[in-house]
């Protein structure tokens, strides 16, 4: 068995990192691709490692030498790399190709050592690495029959995103038999580069062999293995928070703040969103506008704003709409004079706005699980004035909660003392009695109160990025919007709060399935031994973290044994170090996948 590598293209989409160097040069994590792969190659076994070289290829061979860990290097140099596709690369090295069974793969892929054992002990001869199509793939697809054999492989041209649940993207790994090679792929690619030129890629040669009749190649799949193909700055990016240690790779993924998606298997238990909405019939409506929605710009803040009174019941030209609550908070914020209260631990998107030297903190007691009421703020900041003083209620993450004569007690005082109040509902309609002011009479007599919701979180959309604030009057809002840009709401959120009142009565049912599952969450988080949770009225439960586990150890063994992310909140302002988790309410059979990792933890391992 030899190993082919195809390393001559320029790796332009690369920018700056292959300005001088070839791609499988580039660093992830501090090691180069092509180390890593010659590394990974050189345990295997082989005869040899051909590499087929062009861009900086020189580069490339003083580099690797003629020797890695003991398996000889050869090198074939294709002088027109900037001119043809890898099928040229690969007939320069058909001759070789002919002479052992090989393992065929290119240069700028970063993948599990497992996957090489498990093609070399896949008991067919001509096997291509595949994994279940993902929407960050792109690429070669290949069909598949029930017996593995590959039925077809399918190019980008032809690739139909309503057949994705059938289709397999090749890995780029390959493992040929030198026979396949001498009878069947060598003389089709000569063939099929003589027939239509250097300026294509190998995979179209397989492409017609697989329409044979009788089988002749295999796919294997892979299980969860990982692996990533870097073609630019992108994809290094995520490459780098794949293969990196766990610790590091939950710091990195974290970072990120969302996007998910790239990365299969991880269950988030850290975004707060709403489970069991939208309905399906929404989710319908907005699929067949996409097309429209897409090909139109959205209309200004005037009219989005119009909309969102409509869909909050509020007076128009009194109602502010941002791209997501945090824009608007960045807004409101910077309009602030004087000092601010805040309630720790709390949301940071709102004390990261103002100099710290401003801001005014209320801490509840930890041991009390950070519970308050409207008398206890009254009292702290009688003796600590403010000017203006935000309350997030239910509170995030402790998840306390104010009835609202508790609230309505706290806008007296306030509004008794010339104290600026913001209530942000962004969690209410998830408590066990909600209740809202977003109330235009209320906050028409109550000119110092804001009220702020982030509709994203409430109704389950954080992709449309959607937030609204309700001011007093058009003064105030005005104020706000000349911070905000005319067209910051994107179409799909445009169209979102144009159809929502059709959808009202799906809206307060998912609202009511989530206080359901959280009391039976709940229930299951405190037969967890190393955790107590406490009352919560949003779609989040705040839990203590016991003895033998710190809160950082529980998340990093969710993470290793189950790809559980969680929200450590150790290092967040307020909690001083007291070890606390803040887990999101997600639906019965997400949560029941967390509860049984959380029981198969067995904390003597901690001890």
């Not at 041991?367 to 239910?394: C, M, W």
């Not at 992709?463 to 105030?476: D, K, S, T, V």
């Not at 706000?480 to 159809?499: A, M, Y």
Request: hydrophobic share 40%; glycine share 6%; charged share 25%.
């Amino acid at each position: 068995m030899q190993g082919l590598i195809l390393a001559a293209g320029m790796g332009k989409r690369l920018k700056e990192l292959t300005q001088d160097n070839t791609k499988c040069m580039v660093k992830v994590n501090g090691v180069r691709l092509i180390d890593r792969v010659l590394g990974q190659l050189s345990k295997l076994d082989l005869k040899r490692t051909v590499i087929v070289i062009g861009y900086e290829g020189e580069k490339l061979r003083k580099h690797v030498g003629r020797k890695w860990n003991g398996m000889k290097i050869d090198y074939i140099n294709n002088p027109i790399y900037d001119k043809t596709n890898n099928i040229y690369s690969l007939a320069l090295a058909a001759d070789e190709l002919v002479k052992d069974d090989t393992l065929l793969l290119e240069s700028d892929l970063i993948f599990e050592d497992s996957i090489f054992t498990r093609l070399l002990e896949d008991p067919h001869e001509n096997v291509v690495c595949v994994d279940a199509y993902k929407s960050w793939m792109d690429g070669t697809c290949v069909t598949i029959d029930e017996e593995n054999l590959i039925k077809r492989f399918v190019p980008k041209k032809d690739f139909c995103y309503e057949a994705i649940t059938s289709y397999y993207k090749t890995v780029n790994v390959y493992k040929f038999s030198r026979r396949f090679s001498r009878e069947n792929y060598v003389p089709f690619l000569k063939a099929y580069s003589m027939a239509l030129g250097d300026n294509e890629y190998y995979e179209q040669v397989l492409r017609v062999i697989a329409l044979l009749n009788k089988p002749l190649m295999y796919a294997m799949q892979l299980n969860g293995e990982k692996w990533y193909e870097i073609d630019d700055i992108q994809d290094l990016d995520i490459a780098e928070s794949i293969f990196c240690e766990p610790e590091e790779q939950v710091k990195k993924i974290a970072s990120r703040y969302g996007g998910y998606w790239r990365y299969p298997g991880l269950k988030d238990y850290t975004y707060l969103v709403n489970p069991y909405y939208p309905p399906r019939r929404l989710r319908d409506e907005m699929k067949a506008s996409f097309d429209v929605l897409m090909e139109n710009y959205p209309s200004g803040q005037r009219v989005n704003a119009l909309l969102a009174a409509k869909v909050f019941g509020l007076k128009q030209g009194t109602v502010v709409v941002g791209n997501g609550a945090a824009e608007i908070i960045n807004a409101w914020m910077n309009l602030l004079a004087g000092k601010v209260g805040f309630v720790y631990p709390t949301f940071e998107e709102y004390p990261n706005r103002i100099d710290e030297c401003c801001r005014v903190t209320f801490k509840p007691s930890a041991a009390n699980g950070f519970r308050y009421t409207a008398d206890d703020l009254i009292k702290f900041f009688t003796k600590e004035p403010v000017s203006s003083l935000i309350l997030i209620n239910p509170d995030n993450p402790s998840g306390n909660f104010l009835p609202k004569k508790d609230v309505l007690k706290l806008v007296a005082w306030t509004k008794k003392v010339g104290t600026r109040l913001l209530i942000d509902e962004s969690f209410v309609d998830f408590a066990a009695q909600p209740y809202t002011m977003l109330d235009s009479d209320f906050l028409s007599k109550n000119v110092h109160v804001n009220v702020m919701k982030s509709v994203s979180k409430s109704y389950g959309i954080p992709g449309f990025r959607l937030g609204i604030l309700a001011c007093p009057n058009e003064q105030q809002a005005n104020l706000v919007k000349e911070h905000l840009s005319i067209w910051n709401i994107n179409s799909f959120g445009e169209f979102f709060l144009q159809i929502a009142e059709k959808y009202r009565s799906d809206y307060a049912d998912a609202c009511r399935k989530i206080v359901v599952e959280r009391y039976r969450f709940f229930a299951g988080l405190k037969k967890i031994p190393f955790l107590k949770p406490y009352p919560s009225h949003a779609n989040f439960i705040l839990c203590e973290v016991k003895k033998p586990f710190t809160s950082n150890s529980l998340m990093m063994s969710l993470w290793t044994s189950a790809k559980c992310l969680i929200k450590d909140c150790s290092m967040k302002k307020g909690f001083d170090g007291a070890q606390f988790i803040r887990l999101a309410v997600r639906n019965a059979n997400d949560n029941d996948e967390l509860l049984e990792a959380l029981r198969r933890l067995d904390p003597v391992l901690f001890e």
